[in-house]
């Protein structure tokens, strides 16, 4: 059985076993970070057949196998008890592409699992992009399709660092570390990052544009992004933290017509975050059941405590981009508001 280690912020651990495919997808995703030695383990999540319910283990049965599937993949998982040290969870997929169903159970079970694990380390994996720019690093929250990852993109073509482009790890001292995830792009960005686009690998151009196609030839049906490692932009593994000097929620409105940024308070931003990470967790509590949902909700106790010390003190901004706008529109404006393609 093939296995891969990553060591994270806090030395949160995670293992991954199984099929090779899976194997592969987890080195793509989290490569900088593979480490040789395991150490203590915080997660670990192995990959391959689930069988009936007579190969379940005794201590299987705090959670039941639940079953998923989105478009033209599914899968089943069991997560395993929540009050295991470590958490492990087991997970079979099942349609094509298998990368689509990968990337999906990454971001439905594996991940929201991940977090769980981090704030028993006393950190946040929190949805939301890290950019350094002329006064610090400014963490971005938003939810998905909010613009982190194409600002992102445009951040490391000027020249700048970022932590993530969806998520990130925080601490409870205003600090964060990045997480070293492949960056998500869709066709869509040859029109709202076109410098960054002319950068991308011929192979990686061609691959957004098949998708392009492939979002038409279906009607919108099959629109999967493309994961893209962040060397491709000039990206550098730096596991070091950094200081949040600013936070910015950003989100789409249909309240306006133009740009609009208010000032906001650390609560805010704690509100915000704790419901984009409620978000995130939706589909694990439906999969584990009632022992996942208690073990979800005294997690977000404690990440919602972290956040508080985290965030106390420092400012922040809400940045409403009207819904109304189209992608290239809200992108560019946000991109001018943050002052992200001037000088890094």
């Known amino acids: ?161 970022i932590l993530g482009d969806d998520q990130l790890f925080v601490g409870p001292e205003a600090t964060a570390w990045p997480f070293p995830r492949s960056l998500r792009f869709y066709p869509d960005l040859a029109r709202t990052a076109p410098g960054s686009f002319a950068q991308l690998r011929p192979r990686t151009r061609q691959g957004l544009r098949l998708r392009a196609a492939l979002a038409r030839l279906s009607a919108g049906y099959v629109r999967p992004s493309l994961a893209v490692n962040g060397s491709e932009l000039g990206q550098q593994w730096d596991p070091v933290a950094r200081p949040i000097a600013r936070i910015v929620l950003i989100e789409r409105t249909g309240d306006r017509s133009d740009l609009g940024a208010d000032e906001a308070s650390p609560r805010d931003a704690v509100d915000w975050a704790a419901e984009l990470l409620h978000e995130q967790r939706a589909r694990l509590v439906g999969l584990g059941g009632p022992a996942w949902r208690e073990a979800v909700e005294q997690t977000a106790h404690a990440e919602r405590a972290i956040l508080e010390r985290s965030f106390a003190g420092c400012p922040v901004e809400r940045l409403a981009v009207p819904s109304s706008w189209d992608a290239p529109t809200a992108v560019g404006a946000a991109a001018r508001w943050l002052g992200i393609d001037g000088p890094g």
């Not at 280690?5 to 495919?21: I, S």
């Not at 987890?26 to 480490?35: I, S």
């Not at 950019?131 to 610090?136: K, P, S």
């Open 1 to 161: 059985m093939e296995a891969a280690v990553f060591a994270f912020a806090a030395d949160l651990r995670l293992r991954v076993t199984g099929e090779n495919a899976a194997i592969r997808h987890a080195r793509r995703e989290y490569g900088p970070a593979e480490v040789s030695q395991t150490g203590r383990l915080d997660l670990e999540v192995s990959f391959g057949s689930l069988g009936g319910d007579a190969a379940r283990t005794a201590d299987d049965v705090h959670a039941p196998t639940g079953r998923g599937g989105h478009k033209t993949v599914a899968w089943r998982v069991d997560a395993g008890d929540p009050d295991a040290a470590p958490l492990r969870a087991r997970i079979e997929t099942s349609g094509w592409p298998t990368p689509f169903a990968l990337s999906l159970v990454q971001g439905y079970v594996l991940e929201p699992l991940l977090s769980i694990a981090a704030a028993r380390r006393g950190i946040v994996l929190i949805p939301g992009a890290g950019i350094v720019l002329d006064d610090g690093l400014v963490l971005l929250l938003g939810r998905s399709r909010a613009g982190k990852s194409t600002l992102a993109a445009r951040a490391l073509t000027a020249g700048r660092t």
